[in-house]
């Protein structure tokens, strides 16, 4: 195997990209477009069931942590699971999605893009550096709020991991790159704007860590935007496969 496949392999398994799933594409009846209402809910109700299931998580941290003794424990312990813990929940969030949220990088590479486009080699190594920025930030917003995983900021941020899994649901997995466009607007990046501002309240220094997952969200929606215009200007909502 050569370097660069090897690095896109090693970068690919970190971040859960998986190159070899099946196609599950929904196609449009664009003849007769028509609200897929079943979609619309299902998208719903599993964003809210994963925000649940994750702000219980939380809350399950919370007395684990409570039933521990730090004294008894080796330096920097306490330190390695809380960040472990935040790594987890931001690298394999989608374990909680009741979606289908599959990491493929064939649907980008398979659509028209404009020419400023990033390759597509550009985007796990991207996420795995903002990932590495989420942890930190969360670390610094859970020490200064006396070591609380379930508090608000964290909870927002749960929330926002969510929504970005149901927004790959839709865009990566299905193909709805009109459905794509309002919910990359309304659910990741006005979700990452939140959660940036509560850190900013909470710790600065957290705010100013988690701001570049910010910048890049509002990269990638004008990318969405980009890809839904040079590929068929399907409606802005789910529809009825033909």
Not at 52 to 58: D, Q, R, S, V
Request: charged fraction near 10%.
């Amino acid at each position: 195997m050569s370097d660069s496949k090897f690095v896109t392999s090693g970068i690919n398994t970190v971040m859960g990209v998986n190159d070899g799933t099946r196609d599950k594409t929904i196609q449009p009846d664009l003849a007769n477009p028509q609200w897929d209402k079943r979609a619309t809910l299902t998208y719903l109700g599993a964003t809210i069931a994963q925000v649940a299931a994750m702000t219980g998580l939380l809350w399950g941290m919370d007395l684990a942590f409570g039933s521990l003794n730090p004294t008894a424990l080796p330096q920097g312990a306490v330190t390695a699971i809380a960040c472990g813990f935040f790594a987890f929940v931001t690298l394999r969030s989608r374990l909680f999605s009741l979606l289908d949220n599959t990491r493929n990088s064939g649907r980008y590479t398979s659509l028209q893009r404009p020419g400023w486009a990033p390759p597509p080699l550009a985007f796990p190594i991207v996420w795995m550096s903002i990932a590495v920025l989420r942890v930190v930030s969360a670390y610094l917003v859970w020490s200064a709020l006396g070591q609380t995983f379930l508090c608000l900021p964290l909870i927002l941020y749960v929330a926002h991991l969510s929504l970005g899994d149901t927004w790959n649901t839709i865009f990566t997995v299905e193909g709805r790159l009109g459905a794509a466009v309002p919910m990359v607007m309304v659910g990741p990046l006005l979700s990452v704007a939140v959660v940036t501002f509560s850190y900013f309240q909470t710790v600065s220094l957290a705010g100013w860590i988690i701001l570049p997952s910010l910048v890049w969200l509002a990269i990638a929606t004008a990318l969405c935007i980009s890809l839904w215009r040079l590929n068929g200007q399907e409606p802005l909502y789910p529809v009825i496969s033909a």
